[in-house]
């Protein structure tokens, strides 16, 4: 509220917010009037006999709602509510965030610095770091993940033994503090029965139904195509480019040929956001412990 263009909206607001609170005690004033002769009627009728009478609302009633519009003025006179005005206490909210988490910061310090002395895999195994890490996952990367580590589609699963980018503990470390980009190009330009032909392929490596023909027209376009640059000659993946192993019958869109043909055709982007300036080295240790716990059962 300190940062107007111009003069305009700052008193633009201070006029908005004065105006309103004072509209709302002229209209309970009103209301208190009554506006025919005692015991009249408003002319409504409910039931045949039910009656609506035309007299003042209860004095209590009234005075509750004149306390709040002196509460509204009272605060707009102490705290920062009518533009650029910061109020007579001078309170204000800039940098509460900083200050608030800096102080925490502080003191668990001593905590995290003892986590810190320790490699990730004795961390991973100690009881009191991993409640901690659970309660940073908890915190900010269930939205993704889920609450159970299992992912959803689109999200890896952190609690199986398929990684991605590699599941060692400085892998994880880095997937963690730098984030990560995983792209697969889209490759509609081979024509829908190529992609048919891979989808049948690609379905197959993993044991499931696909058509014989299919995938044999597959297999040579596979490698004739490019896939096999990324994801390698047996289709095991490669992780120093985050190429997903194609045989270990784990899907992070989906088994079905639709959706694997949708995956060739339109190609697929996923970023991991990078965590390390926003928790810190510290945090960002213990919460690599944590999940590599996942995958190693060390919990």
């Known amino acids: ?88 206490l001078g309170w204000s909210s800039s940098g509460q965030l900083t200050k608030e988490l800096a102080k925490a910061d502080e003191q668990t310090k001593p905590l995290y610095d003892k986590y810190m002395k320790m490699d990730l895999r004795t961390l991973a195994a100690d009881k009191e770091g991993n409640e901690t890490g659970k309660r940073l996952y908890l915190t900010y990367c269930m939205q993704c993940h889920g609450a159970d580590a299992r992912g959803s589609k689109g ?78 000659p047996d289709a095991k993946g490669m992780q120093a480019l985050g190429a997903p192993n194609l045989t270990d019958k784990i899907w992070l869109y989906g088994s079905a040929e639709s959706s694997i043909i949708e995956t060739i055709t339109k190609g697929r982007t996923n970023q991991m956001p990078a965590w390390k300036d926003f928790l810190g080295e510290e945090k960002v240790h213990v919460l690599a412990a944590y999940v590599l716990s996942l995958s190693t059962g060390s919990k």
């Open 1 to 88: 509220m300190n940062d107007f263009v111009n003069q305009f909206w700052n008193w633009y607001v201070i006029l908005f917010v004065l105006v309103s609170i004072i509209a709302c005690g002229v209209l309970l004033w009103m209301q208190s009037v009554p506006t025919g002769g005692k015991g009249d009627t408003t002319g409504h009728v409910w039931d045949e006999t039910l009656e609506e009478y035309n007299n003042p609302l209860p004095k209590w009633w009234m005075w509750l709602f004149y306390i709040t519009v002196i509460f509204g003025l009272v605060y707009c006179a102490f705290y920062p509510a009518l533009g650029s005005f910061q109020g007579m």
């Open 155 to 232: 999200f890896p699963n952190l609690a199986d033994h398929d990684w991605q980018w590699g599941g060692e503990p400085e892998a994880i470390v880095q997937t963690i503090s730098a984030g990560r980009v995983g792209m697969m190009p889209p490759h509609a330009q081979i024509g829908a029965e190529t992609i048919k032909d891979l989808a049948n392929y690609v379905r197959s490596l993993s044991g499931l139904p696909a058509d014989s023909l299919r995938v044999a027209k597959g297999q040579e376009a596979f490698n004739s195509v490019g896939c096999s640059g990324c994801h390698g």
